[in-house]
């Protein structure tokens, strides 16, 4: 008989057993209905959600790496879903991210790669689930999620963490107007990376500029760990507001509601790849629906 995702989530809280944690990632990866059961309220405390977004190259798992070393100094047991882009062609994916952040891996770190499986947003279909199931554990303080590379459409991630950190370069220029109307939006902070560069005054002016003064810029040097202590402050002091001032349970409850909508897109996504199109639409649209509950249900 198969093992549940909650007997190998309970191994993980009783033994720390890390792989247990890994197999249950794996199964809810591939299935992310098991964990729709691990809803808010199943840990005795919430952890700060961070997701790490911006384009690719601007440095996102090399900043990762360094957080997650300013977090342990205080402390604090860190998650992190690295999601990678699935190759449009053959769907695989390099799942790398590790690799960038192994200086900074110790027992208190907990790193899980996955593909966004041709998912939409620059995010898996399964993040809120493998969230949800996560904090579950009650074993961590921080989860980080990092997206695959962003452009400007690229959202997804707001619905489903507590902070967005934005990560940018100098240098981009035009640019910076054409993420003004996605991304950039969805920030509650910013960071202008590789500040060793030329042009780092100039695009932090710019940012600030189009930016809610709400909306902090900072820049870092993620190669030598240059302004990421002063990151994690401004990260907890966004967290401390959000315990202060928000209601983090209706948070919760409103990422779980989006992420019952990924899933049931990916599935009906999955149903329609392989519906007949020789029938009328009404009796098309019944078989899908009905295709859909059966894959469900399964």
Not at 44 to 69: E, N, W
Not at 115 to 124: C, D, L, N, Q, S
Not at 171 to 198: F, S, Y
Not at 204 to 217: E, G, I, N, W
């Amino acid at each position: 008989m198969p093992v549940s995702v909650a007997d190998l989530l309970e191994r993980y809280r009783r033994d720390g057993d890390s792989l247990a944690l890994s197999r249950a990632l794996s199964v809810i990866e591939s299935t992310p209905t098991q964990a729709l059961e691990f809803g808010p309220g199943s840990s005795d405390r919430l952890v700060h959600r961070i997701g790490v977004t911006g384009p690719a190259g601007s440095g996102k798992s090399t900043l990762i790496g360094r957080l997650i070393g300013a977090y342990r100094r205080t402390g604090r047991r860190i998650a992190v879903l690295a999601i990678d882009p699935s190759s449009p062609l053959t769907g695989g994916s390099v799942l790398g991210d590790r690799v960038r952040m192994d200086g900074a891996l110790d027992d208190d770190v907990f790193v899980r790669s996955l593909a966004t499986r041709r998912a939409p947003g620059a995010i898996a279909v399964a993040t809120g689930s493998m969230l949800r199931a996560i904090e579950s554990t009650g074993r961590f303080d921080i989860v980080l999620v990092e997206t695959a590379g962003a452009g400007q459409a690229d959202v997804a991630v707001a619905a489903l963490v507590d902070t967005v950190l934005l990560v940018t370069v100098p240098g981009l220029g035009d640019a910076v107007q054409a993420i003004k109307a996605g991304v950039l939006e969805i920030a509650d902070i910013v960071v202008v990376n590789m500040a060793d560069r030329p042009g780092v005054t100039e695009s932090a002016r710019q940012m600030r500029a189009m930016l809610d003064r709400r909306v902090r810029v900072l820049t870092t040097i993620a190669t030598d760990g240059q302004g990421v202590d002063e990151l994690r402050e401004e990260l907890d002091r966004a967290w401390s507001s959000l315990q202060a001032n928000g209601d983090l349970l209706g948070r919760r409850r409103a990422q779980e509601r989006h992420q019952v909508q990924l899933t049931a897109s990916a599935w009906l996504g999955e149903c329609v790849s392989d519906l007949a199109v020789d029938r009328p639409l009404p009796d098309a649209v019944g078989a899908l629906l009905e295709e859909a509950a059966r894959r469900w249900r399964t």
